[in-house]
């Protein structure tokens, strides 16, 4: 590990708090086609609600085709991904900070959390580029009105983990789901076990 790399990069928090960064895992219970077996990336999380970001539905649709200028700084695949069911004629993108890069003087670019930053894709690709490992541009997001996403909590529709940078630009063949699980200690890491079709064990 460089001296610039993050600790962080290699051992996530065990913080099970909803806050800005955290991942949120559909439960083994949570059968409803749009939000199964996601992972979701926590980008907004207040009093007025929460905003996050499906981080494993690559769509069919490729960077290029609609927002070409982003197309050389996205992660591979260069593939736009299904935010969530909310306003999919949208778009927004997170980016991953390089090791050691600063913000400062640099425009369209917001912190989230550690490396994970939101990048406006109104902002000049170029100026960008020097500072990030790579971005993902999202159609749609999920989101949660004030106290929502606590009930949902409470029902246990979700499991909360912490995030590591690598996740937001994990590639479309991976098997997020069970990647996050398995790096958690046990009982959840066990869950990575489960099969994602019950009628075929």
Known sequence: MSSWED????????????TPG????????????????TVIYIIEHNESGSLGVVLNRPSETAVHNVLPQWSGLSARPKALFIGGP??????????????GALLRGVDGIRAIEGRTVMVDLDAEPEH????????????GYAGWTTG???????????????SLPADVLSPARA??????????????SMLATHPIELDRN
């Open 128 to 139: 960008i580029a020097p500072i990030v490992e790579g971005v993902r541009v999202f159609v």
């Open 86 to 99: 909310v306003k999919r004629d949208s778009a927004m993108c997170l980016g991953i900070l390089k090791p």
């Open 22 to 37: 955290s991942l949120l895992l559909a439960s083994t219970e949570l059968l409803e086609p749009t939000f199964r077996r």
């Open 148 to 162: 929502q996403l606590d009930s949902e909590l409470a029902r246990d529709d979700w499991m909360v983990m912490p």
């Open 175 to 188: 098997d997020l789901w069970g990647r996050v699980l398995r790096r958690q200690s046990a009982p959840l």
């Open 7 to 18: 600790p962080e990069d290699y051992r996530a928090r065990l913080d099970r708090t909803v």
